[in-house]
């Protein structure tokens, strides 16, 4: 089955422990982005790769770090979770650009005391 | 400042009828515009899409109508079943950085009433 896979679904942290949420896709897609949901805000994007070793920035990048070292595989790393960063994360998947849209993961709920 | 505004944060309408959601931007480089749908628990799923050249797609009951002069596009679901029942987001995005920069409205809980 075609699918975008997050781990772990659910997370509770305390503050300044470092901690990374795995993304990974079987459907050979170049482009990969992630996303945190927050209430009356949308879907906000945190970084996004358009292939291997190619990665950049979108609205709210600010204490997140991504890696893309293999296609199917894009982790978000918080080196120092503070509690602004509770929030419903998702990681998505793309063939092509533009009008073909995401395939998105299930997300993981992060909290962090 | 929000470049996407989906400004009614829900709809109720009655089965078998026709759902408007709707959906204004102000940045006027945007090209290309999609809907999402999102079930509780689960991840958002696309839906449809339109680019700038466009101002009608149609797929199957789901239809997306853009009005660039006005900054505007809406999405008519006809007719409304009780399985629409979700948050729907609107998403655009510019054509640099491989239109993968996308920017997505707050989202509208439409709930189709039986």
């Known amino acids: 089955e075609a699918q975008v896979t997050q781990n772990p679904r659910y997370l509770i942290t305390v503050t300044g422990k470092k901690l990374t949420v795995t993304c990974s896709q079987n459907?050979?897609?170049?482009?990969m982005s992630w996303y945190r949901q927050d209430p009356g805000l949308g879907l906000r994007q945190i970084y996004y790769?358009?292939?291997?070793?190619?990665?950049d920035k979108g609205d709210v990048p600010e204490g997140y770090k991504v890696s893309r070292k293999e296609k199917r595989n894009f982790p978000l790393i918080l080196e120092s979770p503070s509690p602004n960063q509770t929030s419903l994360y998702f990681c998505?998947?793309?063939?092509?650009?533009?009008?073909?849209?995401?395939?998105f993961g299930s997300g993981t709920r992060l909290t962090v005391v | 400042d929000q470049q996407v505004k989906q400004n009614s944060p829900s709809l109720s309408v009655q089965e078998g009828r026709i759902s408007i959601l709707n959906c204004d931007y102000t940045?006027?480089?945007?090209?290309?515009f999609l809907w999402y749908k999102k079930y509780p628990a689960e991840g958002p799923t696309f839906l449809i899409s339109?680019?700038?050249?466009?101002d009608k797609n149609e797929d199957g009951r789901f239809t997306v109508f853009l009005n660039k002069s006005a900054k505007h596009l809406s999405l008519h679901i006809v007719p409304s079943q009780p399985g629409d029942s979700a948050v729907y987001f609107c998403?655009?995005?510019?054509?640099?950085?491989?239109?993968?920069?996308?920017?997505f409205g707050p989202g509208t809980r439409l709930s189709v009433l039986p």
């Open positions: 998505a998947s793309s063939y092509r650009t533009g009008i073909y849209g995401y395939t």
């Open positions: 459907m050979n897609h170049e482009y």
């Open positions: 790769s358009m292939n291997v070793e190619v990665t």
């Open positions: 940045n006027s480089m945007f090209d290309y």
């Open positions: 339109i680019s700038s050249i466009k």
């Open positions: 998403a655009a995005s510019a054509r640099d950085n491989y239109g993968q920069n996308f920017v």
